[in-house]
């Protein structure tokens, strides 16, 4: 059930609840509405009844139909209940009576759930048996199905629909078509491995997200290449299916409705009347026809398209070639001769009229036009459009490489930057293209390929006179420096590139070369606040510039280096990182970055469950497509750590074998999470042996991270290692570059273990504040102090250590709540879930609270026992729990209190 989770959870709730409910299910022709009610029907218990009744076309003159086709076989039904429901000779009455009788029988006391399929079909007996089925009690759901494209008026259910609305408490369920991450998501489940992301963005466009047109095509292709798939001719049964929409139409309409398909997925009013020669009035008349069937719908100011892209496609196909040429070149022509601003629009109707020239031009114009308002999917196809007729144009090459590293497709995206380099005309272009592909190289991970450019780049910069090329070059260098974490290096390229920047006036490449700057003084602790200034004033430069990627970068890092004092600022931040890589459409910064960035400002929040929320969502939108590099699963080791942090193991044994599968993981990303998984189970002899392959590991991983070394110190603390492999992986695992307040946490937490409480007490008192660490951390930091103190029997002080990490870890679970709470117990104190004592008032039962007020209206013992027909001794004990209860010594007060409450 791809993309259809929620609206089951929301049904099987219904279902489970033993009680009457009504739930509509709407949605196109294909949608899922029929799936998803089998789907819900296989989750009832046993000992549900289950009736489906579908209606027909034509049902409207058959009475009874949809109850008729849901008892149809079952041999419990009375001949002559059935016969007296099909005598039109009886009253309405006394046949609609019948059929809640003949319901009532089949399922007597028992839960049941009752679906009337395609209520738009439904006769009006049915629909009047549907709304009295909805009146009655008992522990039943009532599901009806409809297109709501084919209600009119005049039709039973529309009256249906509305005193329903007025009568009862209505669950309507909606669905919608399939995302294009949920087409993707369908593609891999279909085919039992991630999606090509350009066969599933192709897929997604040509189906419209329709589930039902998707599997008519895989179902069409045997052995499911995808990549096939989105040039295979629609299936007979499919496409004979879709023509039906317009096969009654008169000649006029029929004539504008084939110039629609070959005007492309938008067509403009003005330019379908010049095309088709059709006046105002006539055109206006055939287009509302052709919305009310439903084959088109209004997209803009007069603008239409085709509600389902393979209708379009259906009507195309039966077109003669020469047909469809002349209509585009009548269609270029118009476009032409009035200065389209549309260059997709005319790059589509030259290449379909046989002009390559006007299509070459067009294709240039608008893949720099797209790629300036952040439409890479839609520059890759123009600039790809244009080389399949000149090959070797450098232009459309650089295009086609820009707009398919922002869209995500590394392996298009090195192939049209190679090109690009080998044919570059000039040293300026070389390195332009030499920049960008040391970038992908680098999301590749191919950091051979890195190594290899960066030297091509160094050549380069030695064969060039000072100026816009040398200075392009040397920025390279220095990102891919930076991201080979090279960082001394990284800041000289930098320096040198800005110094040339500002002595021939390139603010383009000064702009890039203070991205790499701030980006690589934000590495290090005592250096981070430079970086950071550098990229904040660096934004707003990159925006007035128009140059989105550089302001999304700059951002990206702002937001993953050390936190700002303030969340909002964080939220802001992400926001407008989002926003910027969105008009660059830089895919990879407006998805997976963007729900990776939610779920650290969640842990900055102390909000594990949103944070794991986040990343699932992320990944829930990006695993299914096939990635290379760092993008083939960008969510996994994150939420792996999270999935630990929460104590869901089971979860990350997955998440580990998913991340094993794929290639070029970073060294010490199996080995870590397979010690740390072996910690937390209490596996002591995995433990032992992954920690060896762990350490191995370290040796070629250039960066060290004081987060990663709490984690691993924090889970071989809990299974009990011994001391001495606790110092090896603190040497391992730290050194200089880590920020002091981390480096001082494990310093802490090795002297604690070694028993050196005075110590780790100050280690630990001296970051209980700090900012560097989210509020988890420090919580886990107080439990620590307090540990310590505890060790040299200072309890005050350890229970008000304990008491300040209690807020800390409010909203956190796992093991850091269950050191808290051992630390609780020790201390003597309730645990931290414990009910709060309930006093005053809010303490009496509701028999006491009765007593309570008789008191306060004066009544001695005796008149209570007369009122309440009870004893004078029971009214006694009533008033002295009462009185103990509110912590009161006299009635009197007794009567304050309650007259206060």
Not at 15 to 33: L, M, T
Not at 299 to 321: K, P, T, W, Y
Not at 436 to 456: F, G, K, P, Q, Y
Request: aromatic letters at 4%.
């Amino acid at each position: 059930m791809i993309g259809r989770d929620s609206e089951l959870r929301r049904l099987a709730r219904l279902a489970s609840a033993r009680e009457p409910a009504v739930a509509i299910i709407a949605g196109e022709p294909g949608i899922g509405k029929t799936r998803l009610v089998h789907e819900l029907l296989a989750t009832v218990p046993a000992g549900t009844v289950v009736l489906v009744g579908q209606a027909e076309p034509g049902s409207l003159s058959r009475p009874y139909e949809v109850l008729l086709d849901a008892i149809d076989g079952r041999p419990e039904v009375d001949e002559d209940q059935l016969a007296a429901l099909a005598d039109a000779e009886r009253s309405p009455v006394e046949r609609l009576h019948t059929g809640l009788a003949i319901l009532s029988d089949l399922i007597g006391d028992s839960p049941a759930v009752i679906v009337f399929e395609d209520l738009h079909w439904a006769d009006s007996e049915s629909a009047a048996l549907f709304e009295r089925i909805a009146d009655q009690r008992g522990p039943r759901l009532l599901i009806g199905t409809y297109r709501p494209d084919e209600v009119t008026r005049r039709q039973p259910v529309a009256g249906l629909l509305a005193r329903l609305e007025r009568r009862h408490a209505v669950t309507h369920v909606r669905l919608d078509r399939l995302t294009p991450a949920q087409t993707a998501a369908m593609l891999a489940a279909a085919t039992g491995a991630p999606a090509p992301m350009r066969a599933a963005t192709a897929l997604h466009h040509r189906t419209g997200g329709n589930p039902f047109f998707l599997e008519e095509l895989l179902r069409a292709l045997p052995g499911y290449d995808l990549e096939a798939l989105v040039e295979q001719p629609l299936p007979w049964s499919l496409a004979d299916v879709l023509r039906r929409q317009v096969d009654d139409l008169d000649p006029v309409s029929h004539r504008i409705v084939e110039a629609a398909t070959v005007l492309g997925h938008r067509i403009p009013f003005d330019l379908l009347a010049d095309v088709t020669g059709a006046g105002e009035d006539e055109l206006i008349a055939v287009l509302r026809d052709l919305v009310t069937r439903g084959v088109l719908v209004e997209s803009g100011e007069d603008e239409f398209a085709f509600r389902h892209a393979l209708v379009r496609e259906a009507i195309a196909d039966q077109m003669l070639g020469r047909q469809r040429r002349r209509l585009h070149e009548a269609a270029l022509d118009v476009l032409l001769s009035g200065g389209s601003s549309d260059p997709a629009m005319v790059a589509h109707h030259a290449r379909g009229a046989g002009r390559y020239e006007d299509m070459i031009a067009a294709a240039r114009s608008g893949t720099a036009l797209y790629l300036s308002i952040g439409s890479a999917y839609q520059a890759l196809q123009l600039a790809e459009m244009g080389l399949d007729e000149v090959p070797e144009d450098t232009d459309l090459l650089a295009g086609a490489a820009r707009a398919a590293w922002l869209a995500g497709l590394l392996d298009d995206a090195q192939r049209y930057g190679r090109r690009w380099r080998d044919l570059a005309a000039t040293a300026t272009d070389r390195a332009e293209s030499l920049y960008l592909l040391v970038r992908i190289a680098w999301e590749s991970r191919e950091t051979d390929d890195m190594r290899a450019l960066t030297h091509d780049i160094e050549t380069l910069i030695a064969q060039l006179p000072p100026g816009a090329g040398q200075a392009r070059a040397m920025t390279a260098i220095a990102q891919s420096a930076y991201l080979r974490d090279e960082l001394d290096a990284a800041l000289l390229w930098c320096d040198r590139a800005l110094a040339l920047a500002d002595e021939f006036g390139l603010p383009d490449v000064r702009l890039a070369a203070l991205l790499e700057k701030g980006s690589t003084l934000s590495e290090r602790p005592h250096t981070a606040a430079d970086g950071r200034k550098i990229l904040s004033g660096l934004v707003d430069e990159a925006e007035e510039a128009g140059e989105w990627v550089l302001a999304a970068r700059a951002l990206h890092t702002l937001v993953s280096g050390e936190p700002p004092t303030s969340p909002a600022e964080h939220a802001e931040a992400l926001e407008r990182m989002r926003v910027d890589a969105e008009r660059a459409g830089f895919e990879s910064l407006a998805v997976a970055t963007y729900f990776q960035g939610r779920a650290r400002l969640a842990v900055r929040a102390g909000d594990l469950g949103a944070a794991i929320t986040a990343l699932e969502e992320g990944r829930e939108q990006d695993r299914s497509y096939r990635r290379r590099g760092r993008w083939a699963d960008y969510h996994g080791v994150f939420l792996a750590g999270l999935y630990l942090e929460a104590g869901e193991f089971d979860q990350v044994e997955q998440l580990v074998a998913d991340l094993a599968a794929l290639p070029n993981n970073p060294p010490t990303t199996i080995p870590g999470l397979a010690f740390h998984l072996a910690c937390r189970r209490g596996d002591l002899p995995r433990a032992e042996a992954t920690l060896n392959d762990l350490v191995a590991a370290m040796a070629a991983q250039t960066w060290r991270s004081g987060e990663q070394a709490h984690d691993l110190i924090s889970a071989a603390l809990e299974i009990g290692l011994p001391a001495h492999r606790l110092d090896q992986m603190a040497t391992v695992l730290l050194d200089d570059d880590v920020w002091d307040a981390y480096r001082t946490l494990v310093d802490a937490q090795v002297a604690e273990a070694h028993g050196r409480h005075a110590e780790a007490l100050a280690g630990y008192l001296s970051i209980t504040d700090s900012h560097t660490l989210g509020p988890a951390i420090r919580g886990t930091v107080r439990v620590g102090a307090a540990r310590c103190l505890l060790a040299a029997d200072r309890r005050a002080e350890a229970t008000a250590q304990v008491e300040a990490a209690v807020p800390l870890l409010a909203e956190w679970r796992g093991w850091r709540v269950a050191q808290l709470a051992q630390v609780r117990a020790q201390l003597g104190m309730a645990p931290i879930d414990a009910p709060p004592a309930v006093t005053g008032p809010a303490a009496l039962t509701p028999r006491e609270r009765e007593v309570a007020v008789l008191i306060s209206d004066g009544l001695t013992n005796n008149e209570l026992a007369r009122r309440l027909y009870i004893s004078p001794k029971t009214a006694a004990v009533h008033v002295s729990n009462i009185l103990r209860k509110l912590g009161v010594s006299s009635r009197t007060e007794v009567g304050d209190l309650v007259g206060r409450h």
